[in-house]
């Protein structure tokens, strides 16, 4: 149990385009759901915290107008990247809270951004 | 603010023991995890420790807190060529699940 399915797995878009990733929670319900990104080579930086039928809360430095996070269900959080870059091809990955009986975080298998 | 760091490379032989180290700044942590990273993948947590402990035994992993020093450190018996991989260490501070990463040691084991 306690499975976070992330998708794509890897995505090319163009220059310009808005491309957006899914976060599911499979097995059971996620109130909070949390965005990463790793550059090659890299740690894990938190982009952002996604909350269940409210705003996200974007950690300093991330634009909240070119990465749009939506949780509109307990089950399911997307992240839209607006406008890709190259600059903002890289490696996202996204988490949620466990069961309360299980003391992690769960994470996707990650999307490969890359933009052309 | 919260700083994790780790060394970056790690080379052992098969069979050996490796381990992993993190120090941090932040004491307030109340849970410290240590998560395997194989090429293109997620993340799998391999074992977390809980701040007010020291040590925590889970088949060939141990886990070594000592607080007063602000170092975790990570103890894999007889290692395998698949447990090649980046390990990363991570902090909770609060009930958010929000976790602050370390920079992650790459690990090779060579045959």
């Known amino acids: 149990g306690a499975v976070v399915s992330q998708h794509p797995s890897r995505v090319i878009c163009k220059s310009g385009t808005s491309v957006k990733i899914e976060c599911r929670s499979l097995d059971f319900q996620a109130t909070t759901m949390f965005w990463y990104r790793q550059f090659p080579k890299q740690s894990l930086m938190l982009m952002a915290t996604s909350n269940e039928g409210s705003k996200a809360t974007y950690e300093q430095g991330v634009e909240k107008d070119k990465f749009l996070i939506n949780h509109a269900s307990l089950t399911l959080s997307t992240l839209t990247v607006t406008s890709a870059h190259p600059e903002d091809s890289s490696f996202y990955i996204c988490?949620?809270?466990?069961?309360?009986?299980?003391?992690?975080?769960?994470f996707g298998q990650g999307t490969r951004l890359t933009v052309v | 603010g919260e700083d994790v760091e780790q060394s970056l490379f790690l080379s052992v032989r098969e069979g050996d023991s490796s381990v992993i180290n993190c120090t941090y700044t932040?004491?307030?942590?109340?849970?410290l995890y240590w998560y395997k990273q194989e090429p293109g993948a997620g993340l799998q947590l391999l074992t977390y420790i809980f701040s007010n402990m020291d040590m925590k035994q889970d088949q060939r992993l141990t886990v070594l807190l000592n607080k007063k020093d602000k170092h975790l450190s990570l103890r894999i018996a007889d290692t395998q060529t698949g447990d090649s991989a980046i390990y990363f260490c991570a902090e909770r501070f609060d009930s958010s699940y929000k976790l602050i990463f370390g920079s992650g040691t790459r690990l090779l084991v060579r045959p």
């Open positions: 988490s949620a809270r466990g069961p309360t009986d299980r003391n992690e975080a769960f």
């Open positions: 932040d004491s307030s942590s109340t849970y």
